[in-house]
């Protein structure tokens, strides 16, 4: 089934260490998105990439970091994880360059919880 | 600053109509997104507009009004399924993409 994949699904994690949650999309979509979704607010995005080879910082970017080595994967690291970090985070694509101009589709979400 | 209201929780009858309002106050409108969002699911495509008027798609229909910075979602023969979350989403001047917090809707028998 075509589609975006995330990877882990769930994950505890210990203040300090680095984490790497990986995406995968198989739709040949150009622009992809990792947003985090915090209780009472709404979707908030990390990074962008507009096609592969380029990348962008989103709204909240700090202590995150992004490639996008090829079309079909989009990895997010933390390189040194905080509690404040603690969300879910959603992986999306799109077939548009830009954001807000295209239908998004999206992964069904890694949950991370930093201790 | 850049804002989107919706409401945070409502309750539905099955069976019934149920509209779902959304204002918004941002630099610049180049369109507005509905996105359905099931506990613990990804957000799933609903419907766009970007003119003024009523987009029907089935059960679901939403409404713009760029005067007013004014949409709903309107849901209709509710069903135990429409159980979820529903965000609504503009993109501004910059085609940046301006999240509402979303309204959890509860349906009862």
């Known amino acids: 089934i075509a589609g975006i994949t995330q990877a882990p699904t769930s994950q505890i994690l210990a203040a300090g260490r680095r984490m790497t949650l990986r995406c995968t999309q198989d739709?040949?979509?150009?622009?992809m998105y990792w947003y985090r979704q915090d209780l009472g607010l709404g979707l908030r995005l990390i990074h962008y990439?507009?096609?592969?080879?380029?990348?962008g910082k989103g709204e909240v970017p700090d202590g995150y970091s992004v490639s996008r080595a090829n079309t079909d994967d989009f990895p997010l690291t933390l390189a040194s994880a905080v509690p404040s970090q603690t969300s879910v985070y959603f992986c999306?694509?799109?077939?548009?360059?830009?954001?807000?101009?295209?239908?998004?589709?999206f992964g069904e979400g890694s949950r991370l919880t930093v201790l | 600053g850049q804002n989107i209201d919706q409401p945070t929780e409502m309750t539905a009858t099955e069976g019934a109509i149920v509209q779902i309002n959304c204002t918004y106050q941002?630099?610049?409108?180049?369109?507005l997104f509905w996105y359905q969002q099931h506990a613990g699911e990804a957000p799933t495509f609903l419907s766009y507009?970007?003119l003024d008027g009523l987009e029907e798609k089935g059960r679901f229909s939403s409404f713009l009004s760029r005067s007013k910075g004014y949409s709903y979602l309107l849901l209709k023969e509710l069903q135990m399924k429409d159980s979820a979350s529903y965000l609504c989403?503009?993109?501004?001047?910059?085609?940046?993409?301006?999240w509402g917090a979303g309204t959890k809707l509860i349906i009862k028998p």
């Open positions: 999306a694509s799109s077939d548009s360059y830009r954001e807000g101009t295209g239908e998004l589709f």
């Open positions: 739709m040949r979509h150009n622009a």
């Open positions: 990439s507009n096609t592969a080879g380029t990348t």
């Open positions: 941002t630099s610049g409108f180049n369109g």
């Open positions: 507009n970007v």
């Open positions: 989403a503009v993109t501004d001047s910059n085609y940046q993409l301006i």
